[in-house]
């Protein structure tokens, strides 16, 4: 025991690299086990919305009068605009498949990737990654669909962000204040369910 005592007196810097050492195995370790974690967690979520997805374009890829009427309004919306989308990006023309569309088709998929991407609170994410038609198109389908004040926000983001528009441009206060009220104005709202709606008044635009 006293001969264990002397060798930490003399080489303590040692004992010390060592304690430091394990110190910094454990905190490695733990880091390791928190990102597997999230890796895994992250991964779970995104299988799930696959899974997800592949169930709803099968429920929805052969439309009836039946099905949009006893379908519920959210699903049949976002069942169908992920029908569309499939169909789009397995096009080897997209434009003119998306040209090739119904008026009622084009309001649903411009609207669902508006929504989709404005899930988070902000609105400008959707003006800030696409373009002239997707564009245009869901600011259309957004008054058809939308109550008239979320449409009034959609419409001044728009304009901000459109190329074709010289008279206004990007400010960053304003974008701010435009996604604070498309927030404000969205909150517990199904904007889905709208869409849904949409459909049954519409459904031979969407009955092949």
Not at 37 to 55: D, W
Request: proline letters at 2%; one cysteine or more; charged letters at 25%.
């Amino acid at each position: 025991m006293n001969g264990f005592i002397e060798s930490i007196k003399h080489f303590w810097y040692l004992y010390l690299l060592l304690a430091l050492l394990i110190i910094l195995t454990v905190f490695v370790f733990k880091k390791a086990i928190g990102a597997a974690s999230r890796h895994s967690k992250e991964f779970n979520e995104n299988l799930a919305k696959v899974k997800r997805a592949k169930e709803l374009r099968d429920a929805y890829s052969n439309l009836t009068e039946e099905i949009i009427a006893s379908a519920p309004a959210d699903t049949l919306f976002e069942g169908t605009a992920l029908c569309l989308e499939y169909i789009c990006q397995k096009n080897e023309d997209t434009n003119n498949f998306y040209e090739s569309m119904t008026q009622g088709e084009k309001d649903v998929y411009a609207l669902y990737y508006l929504i989709s991407d404005a899930s988070e609170g902000n609105l400008s994410a959707f003006f800030k990654s696409s373009y002239r038609p997707l564009t245009s198109d869901a600011v259309e389908a957004a008054e058809k669909i939308l109550d008239s004040e979320i449409y009034k926000v959609i419409r001044m983001m728009f304009d901000r962000y459109d190329e074709n528009n010289e008279e206004l441009s990007v400010i960053p206060h304003e974008i701010d204040r435009l996604n604070g009220e498309f927030r404000d104005l969205t909150a517990g709202k199904n904007l889905f369910a709208a869409g849904g709606e949409y459909i049954k008044a519409n459904p031979n635009e969407f009955i092949k």
